[in-house]
């Protein structure tokens, strides 16, 4: 069992309890949102929202300068951040493969 969690308005202001009652009942918890990693969750492959941002300053100047958005082509920034707490995962009696602790863009240790 596991409780998946994404990025989404309503669940943001509450994940710090559903992550707090996951792991009293041993249910490791995946977040898109890695501050919730930050608050007790197990993992999180998200999203990086600053990266993000920049994408959508750039194609917002370039209609501001009077470019069609029509013509403007799609950006993405296919980049998440993935980030493990070793804490939580140590408390659920978990492990993360070495493979997993390499690739993070960050792990939390306590």
Known sequence: DVI???ADAKVSPYGEGMINVANENN??????LTSLVKKGAL??????????????V???ILIL??????????????????????????????????ESVKTASEIIKD
């Open 27 to 32: 249910i490791p918890t995946y977040t898109s």
């Open 43 to 56: 993992v999180s492959l998200g999203f990086d929202f600053a990266e993000g941002a920049k994408v959508s």
């Open 65 to 98: 300068k009077g470019n069609d958005p029509a013509g403007i082509p799609v950006s993405t920034f296919p980049q998440y951040k993935l980030v493990l707490n070793l804490k939580t995962a140590q408390e659920l009696n978990l492990d993360f493969t070495l």
């Open 58 to 60: 750039k194609q917002a």
């Open 4 to 6: 998946v969690s994404t």
